[in-house]
Structures are given as C-alpha cells and as structure tokens.
C-alpha cells in the first residue's frame, strides 16, 4: 500500500456550540452508563430529539462509545461515521483507534489514508494507532512511511508516537530500528523496554532481552511474559521456569498467558510438581475455567505421565474445543496407551468437534501401532478430501509411516508416490518402510534416488539403510554404508547405526570384531546391542561368550528377563538341561515376570488382542475350536514342534503347556475365522516371533491358502505359500 502524504493538510473549523454547554449535557451523559446497544439506540434517539447531532462533539461522543468501549460495536460507530459529512480530526482519530484495536487493523491504515486525503492533518492521537495496526499486520514498509509521516508532522519526540515507533519496529522483526530509536529517546519508559524486549525475545536474542529486562525501571507482568515466553520459544524449558520463579518472588500476579507458557514448560521438562503448584494457583485465582489454562493443564498433565488427572479435567471441562481433544488423545498417544487414543478419536467423531491436521498427527502413530489399518485407511480418505490443498507434508509422511507400519507397504509406497512435493522426513519414513518389510533392494534403490534428487541424508536416513541392510544380513554393504555416512556425510554414529553393524558381525560369527567395534564406539553398548550379540551366541551355539554377554545386559538392566531366557535358549540348544533348570530357578526365586506376549489383529475396524492362553476375548471357543483344526493339519503335514525355545515362554508353558496357544496363534485362528477365505490376515506382535509359530504360520499360509503379515518387534513377515519373505532370517 502507497501512502501519500501529499494532499493539502489543513483543519476545518468547527461549527459546535461553545464546549462548555456540550459537555455537560445530559443526554451524552447518559451514554457513560450504556451497557449495550440498546441503551444505546436509545441514547443516540435523544441525541436526536435534542438536535444534539448536527454537532461534531456529540457525534465524536457517540462514535467514541461505539468504536472502543467494549460494549460498543465498530459497525454502528461506521454508520454514524457516513452521516458526517466533514468528521474532525477527533472523530477520525477515533474511528481508526477503533479499527487499530479490531480484528481487521489494515481498515484503520485505509482510514487514515481516507483521512488524510479528505484534508485533515493526523497528530500525535492518530499515527500511535496506525502504527500500532502496522505492527498487528507486520506492514513493514507500510511501517516505515508513517514513520516519515511522523518526521514530516515534526511529532518524533512525543512521547507516545516515539514508543508506538520503537513498538512497530520491534513487532516487525527489525529489531536495529527499534534499538536506534530505542538509544536515541531520552524517556526509556516501561513500554519501549518490554516492545524492545518482546522484539529480542520472540526472535531469539535472548541475551540481549535479559540485559534490558535487568536494566527495565519497573517490570510489569507483560515484560515478564515477554521472557518466560522467549526461553520457551527457544527450546529453553528450564530458563522459562527460573524467570517464572523470579515472578513470584517479586510479587507480579501472573496472567492467563504466563500461565500457559510455564506450563508447556512443565509439560517439556515433565516437571509434575510445579504444574501441580500451578493447578492450584489458577484454581485459587479463578482461572479454572478458562479454556485455554485447561487445555495447557490437560497437556501438562498428561506429557507429565498423570493421565488420569488429565483426563479428570478433560471430562470436566464443559466447553472442549478442537484443542482440547488434541492435547488429550496426544497425550494417550505420547505415553503409549494407543488403545486408549483410538477410543477418544472415536468419540470425538462422535462429538461436534472436527478433527483437524493436529489430530491425525497424534492418531495416525496410535494407528500404526495397534496396526490399525481400516482405521487409518478411513482417516487418508478424509485427509484427501478436506486436507489435500493444505499440502501438510508431515500429515503424508505420517501416512506413509502408518502404512508401512500396518503392513500394507504398497499402499506406503502409493502414498509417496503422490505427494506433491517431499522432505527429508518424508523420504526417511519410506527407507525405513521397506527396511523393516525386509524389502532391502527397494530401500537401497530409493535411497540412491533420494540422494540424486539432491537430499541430503541424516542419522535417521542411515538408520533405515542400515537396518536395511541388517535385515537382509549383507554385512560388506553395511560396512560400505557405515563408512560413507561417516566420511561422506560427516554423521557421527549413534548407538542404533553400531547396533546395525554389530548384529549383522555378530550374526556373521564375527564376535572378535563386534567387540572390537564396541571398543572405539566411545559410549556404552546398550542392551539392545547385548541381546541382539547373545541371539547370535545362540545361533553360533557359542555358550561361553553368551554367558558374558547375558552378565553384561544383567548389570545394565537388572529386570530385563529376555537376557536370562536368551540365555537359557543358548543352554536348550546346547542340550544343557541342567543350565536351563538352574536359570529357571533363579528367575522364579528373584520372582520375575516376563513381558506377556501380546498379538493384535483388526477386523471389521476393530482391534481385538490376544495375550498367551488367552481365554476372555467373546469368540474364545470357536478361536480354540479352529486352533486344534490348525494343530491338526500341521501334524497331517509333517510339521514337528520345535521345544528349543522352551524357556521362552515359560510362563505359558505353565499356564498352558502348549505351544500352539501363543499369542499370535489365537490371532490368526481369529483371523481365520472372522474374515472371508483369501483375505490377507495383519497381526502384529509387541515381541519377536518365536523360532516355532514361523515355521507354524509358514505353513499355515500353505493350508489355508492365506498371505499372513506378521508385524514383530523388529520386523514384518510376510508369509505366503509355505515360505515367508524374511528367509528365514531375524
Ligand atoms: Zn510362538
Ligand atoms: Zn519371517
């Protein structure tokens, strides 16, 4: 927009009876007790009767109450405004103030563009204002040519112009303006300190900011904020929660939107004791229904673990908004109760409330792992219809992610396929879809592709490659890519790029250079890097390294029982009975529980889960009935059940003291008898798939003419005709 400032300035004269007798009239006095616009009609009527409004000061009066007072209403203020043929400069000062303060500030820059055009001369009442909109709508070379209106009309040293000035230019990013004005003035008030403050703060300059605050002649709870929020902003959670200390300390009553800030800050550092504190502070203060702290407080409690208190509030609060049932099913999801995120999401369907972009991002991960596919399914469809012009590629991404992750990673690929345009996330979440499909040739093929397209990898690129790689044990292409991520792409290794590389030496017997990988890793081994090296001691049947590894797993995670049933696999396999009786022992002394097998299966976009021996789910005598029609066939064809893993599952083998009432057996009898025949069954299991139900589904899939996709913790199965698409490998 071009201001001119050109057309002749000069002021009508008015024509009002002398100010005293106006002032005092009782009909204007009235209008300081209108509470709305009907006492105003009212109002105005009388101004009318008593001739009072082919005045410009009653006009003014009257205008003034409507465009500002807050039971005023900007639309009336206008239609009075059109019957003055020749409004002064109040009431044109007035009209932009009006507008400044509303939720469309460019119409108070068209006033005063239309006020200066009609030949009346803005004064030290008006550019605060337009500048003050400036700011709202970050018009920076607006900005600047009121600023040269300023110097023109000769107002820069008042006082209220000069910090409206240090204001726009803070707002506006353009923080060096705002400082030279900022030095130059000889008032430093309060306000151009915290506009300056604002200025650094919001932008990062968080020193800079803390120098002024320090230096600030009287702190109010705007500059506070401007702090608390900058640290915030800035990823810096702990400095947000010491200035907010500071507050207290210096008796400033905190605001709704301090209230909100330290509380993400909580939420980040998971500090539950000082939100609670907070909890009872805005209860105290008669916050507590407001929707906003109830929603920051719905966040804070639920990413502090308390999701129980969380939710408390989330059933309590009468006006929930879109934001509301965001932090609530993102906090199921951020704390992994997944089943109790797709509950919400339901209901929220259920509810008024759309869900928007912010939503899916929290949903789509529970989808993925629940291997809820008809649910995700349901949600691309929606995603494409009212999100595609959006073009929110972490929305795709996460799309692509749930895919891979249900299993169906055709569909991922389709996905990606049609996106519009890609980042780096993007390309990572497919590299690492096909990796975990054990689709090791496609995964390498698209990266390649991804690096002539000009992307330039990160860890998380080369965590896919190289479990890529992993997966398909190709140790010599797995060395080549370690290297080249180091040397080529500068990325230091973490300790899930060590732990590709040293699962596919362990699994190739190369235990010497597995340790001697670990001793210039410069960090400790964790215990994945321990279990995946004794699963190779027990293919290699190498006891004695396996005895040493299970100690070094024990002494970093003295709970973890996987490393004793590990190693009592080892013995099994060894035919050292003795060995696998003493482990059984101990385990049963030190009273350790095993993590139950769990598998999950959707039908009918229902998600229904199987624990070890389960017998609770509706179905369960029918499931059972067809798992001894399965045992049946597999006798008939040959199939012997491999007893090595005994340990394993010990527990079930109590309760139960069979091996064909796994988990994930239960899963895909299920599956067999609730979905149509040549219907593709997806289970997914929460640990690996045991060395007996692979070689079971194998067959399986042969029997009953089924391709079964098995989603493990490591990896996907796909099997079909007797064979699955692992080898044999995982
Ligand atoms: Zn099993
Ligand atoms: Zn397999």
């Excluded at 409004?87 to 932009?96: D, F, L, R």
């Excluded at 909109?133 to 600023?147: D, N, P, Y």
């Excluded at 991960?365 to 291997?371: T, W």
């Excluded at 990606?416 to 345009?421: A, I, K, P, R, T």
Aim: aromatic share 8%.
């Amino acid at each position: 927009m071009l201001l001119s400032p050109s057309s002749p300035l000069h002021i009508l004269p008015s024509c009002d009876p002398p100010y005293k007798l106006l002032r005092d009239h009782p009909s204007l006095a009235l209008l300081s007790k209108c509470k709305n616009i009907q006492d105003l009609r009212q109002v105005h009527s009388q101004i009318i009767k008593t001739g009072l409004h082919n005045t410009q000061f009653a006009l003014s009066k009257l205008i003034e109450f409507c465009a500002i007072s807050p039971f005023g209403d900007l639309n009336y203020a206008l239609l009075v405004f059109r019957t003055i043929q020749e409004p002064n400069q109040v009431i044109w000062n007035t009209v932009i103030r009006g507008h400044s303060l509303s939720s469309s500030p460019i119409l108070a820059i068209e006033f005063y563009i239309r006020m200066i055009l009609s030949g009346v001369v803005p004064n030290s009442y008006t550019l605060p204002f337009v500048l003050k909109s400036c700011a709202k709508l970050a018009a920076s070379s607006e900005g600047k040519q009121i600023h040269a209106h300023v110097l023109k009309l000769g107002l820069e040293s008042d006082a209220f112009v000069h910090t409206s000035l240090i204001n726009m230019y803070a707002q506006n990013g353009e923080l060096e303006s705002a400082r030279l004005g900022f030095d130059k003035s000889y008032l430093r008030d309060a306000v151009s300190y915290t506009a300056l403050i604002t200025g650094y703060a919001s932008r990062g300059c968080l020193d800079e900011a803390r120098k002024l605050f320090d230096e600030i002649p009287v702190r109010d709870v705007v500059s506070w904020n401007a702090m608390i929020s900058g640290y915030a902003q800035s990823g810096r959670y702990q400095e947000a929660l010491e200035v907010f200390k500071e507050t207290c300390n210096e008796n400033v009553v905190p605001n709704e939107s301090t209230m909100v800030t330290v509380l993400s800050a909580c939420a980040h550092l998971g500090c539950l004791d000082l939100g609670n504190w907070i909890q009872s502070w805005i209860e105290e203060h008669g916050l507590g229904n407001n929707l906003h702290t109830v929603n920051a407080l719905i966040d804070m409690y639920s990413k502090c673990g308390d999701l129980n208190k969380a939710r408390e509030l989330f059933n309590s609060s009468k006006q929930r908004d879109v934001i509301s049932w965001n932090v609530m099913i993102g906090g199921y999801t951020h704390m992994s109760h997944y089943k109790e995120a797709l509950m919400l999401f339901r209901q929220m369907l259920r509810s008024d409330i759309e869900p928007n972009d912010v939503t899916f991002l929290s949903i789509l991960p529970a989808c993925a792992y629940l291997g809820a596919i008809d649910l995700g399914k349901w949600i691309h469809a929606y995603i494409d219809k009212n999100f595609r012009t959006l073009n929110n590629i972490s929305l795709w991404t996460s799309l692509i992610d749930m895919y891979a992750k249900c299993g169906n990673i055709e569909a991922a690929a389709q996905v990606f396929d049609g996106m519009n345009s890609k980042n780096l996330a993007s390309w990572n979440a497919m590299i690492s879809g096909l990796a975990m499909h054990g689709k090791t040739d496609k995964a390498l093929e698209l990266f390649s592709r991804m690096i002539s397209e000009g992307f330039i990898p990160d860890d998380i690129t080369f965590v896919g490659v190289l479990s890529a790689c992993k997966h398909a044990g190709l140790l010599d292409l797995g060395r080549q890519y370690f290297t080249s991520m180091i040397q080529d792409y500068k990325i230091s290794p973490k300790l899930q790029h060590y732990g590709c590389l040293i699962d596919l030496l362990g699994r190739a017997g190369l235990f010497d250079e597995a340790e001697a990988l670990i001793g210039t890793m410069g960090m400790k081994p964790d215990g994945a890097i321990w279990t995946s090296l004794l699963g190779a001691c027990r293919a290699h049947g190498n006891v004695e390294l396996g005895e040493s590894y299970a100690k070094n797993l024990l002494e970093l995670e003295p709970e973890n029982t996987g490393a004793y049933v590990l190693l009592s696999n080892i013995y099994a396999g060894e035919g050292r009975w003795t060995d696998v009786a003493r482990i059984r022992t101990r385990l049963n002394d030190k009273g350790m529980k095993k993590v139950p097998g769990c598998s999950s299966i959707e039908v009918d976009s229902v998600v229904h889960e199987f624990l070890v021996g389960d017998k609770v789910h509706p179905q369960w005598k029918q499931i059972y009935k067809m798992l001894d029609e399965i045992d049946t066939l597999l006798e008939r064809s040959g199939f012997v059940p491999d007893t090595s893993e005994v340990l394993y599952d010990m527990d079930e083998e109590w309760k139960e003291g069979s091996l064909s009432h796994h988990s994930e057996k239960l899963a895909i009898a299920f599956g067999l008898i609730s979905t149509k025949p040549g219907t593709t069954i997806r289970i997914v299991k929460n640990l690996r798939v045991c060395g007996n139900c692979h070689s079971a589904t194998k067959l399986i899939s042969k029997i009953f003419n089924r391709e079964i996709i098995a989603r493990d913790r490591n990896r996907f199965h796909h099997f079909k005709d007797g064979s699955c698409s692992c080898n044999d490998y995982w």
